[in-house]
């Protein structure tokens, strides 16, 4: 038997249970901390932009000067899904 220890990402709580498998079978997780933004996360994803704070990485890459094509090849996500994070965010500083 092996335990794995499993972490909120977003409060870092150890207060989480297991909660059922997604389509793909992937184990969800979810968080019983009151005070969490996050309800559900994954131990695993399918696609790296999906995982949590991948897009913050994508900000704070474009903010030190990576182009899309770059970030998207070092992160394993698509050039598109790069674009599409850095339109969505607010409060983008103005050129
Ligand atoms: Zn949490």
Same mark, same amino acid.
């Given at each position: 038997m092996v335990y794995i220890k499993v972490l909120c #990402?977003?409060?870092?709580? %150890?207060d989480v249970v297991l909660y059922g498998k997604n389509t793909s079978g992937k184990q969800r997780v979810l968080c019983q901390? #009151? %005070?969490?933004?996050? !309800?559900t996360f994954q131990? %695993?994803?399918? &696609?790296?932009? &999906? !995982? #949590?704070?991948i897009k913050q990485q994508i900000v704070d890459m474009a903010m030190n000067g990576s182009g899309t094509r770059d970030t998207g090849r070092v992160l394993g996500v698509s050039k598109d899904t790069v674009t599409a994070v850095l339109k969505k965010r607010k409060n983008s500083p103005s050129r």
């Amino acid at each position: 038997m092996v335990y794995i220890k499993v972490l909120c #990402p977003d409060c870092g709580s %150890e207060d989480v249970v297991l909660y059922g498998k997604n389509t793909s079978g992937k184990q969800r997780v979810l968080c019983q901390n #009151p %005070e969490c933004s996050r !309800k559900t996360f994954q131990l %695993e994803y399918t &696609y790296n932009a &999906y !995982k #949590p704070g991948i897009k913050q990485q994508i900000v704070d890459m474009a903010m030190n000067g990576s182009g899309t094509r770059d970030t998207g090849r070092v992160l394993g996500v698509s050039k598109d899904t790069v674009t599409a994070v850095l339109k969505k965010r607010k409060n983008s500083p103005s050129r």
